[in-house]
């Protein structure tokens, strides 16, 4: 069985923002003490599977609206793409 890219690289993406994510909120919230990373780790078991759902919500999104952003910042209207 041959695995895509497009299927790897969103989960990828979404493990290394989870980790970031969960291990600064852990520490912001609850400081770096002895339930650190028992606290960490439970927060990183339970984003990862959310993170990775959204992104792949945001997969199809997240280019239309990049350019929309850049093409308003830029100054360049932007247009509706129908496709």
Partial sequence: ???????????????????????????????????????????????WPVASIAAFLALPIAPKITLWIVRLINGNPPHHDHS
């Fill in 1 to 47: 069985m041959k695995v895509s890219p497009k299927f790897v690289g969103p989960i990828v993406m979404a493990f290394i923002m989870a980790m970031i994510m969960t291990d600064f909120a852990t520490w912001m919230n609850l400081g770096f003490n002895d339930a650190f990373f028992v606290n960490w780790g439970r927060a990183f078991v339970f984003a």
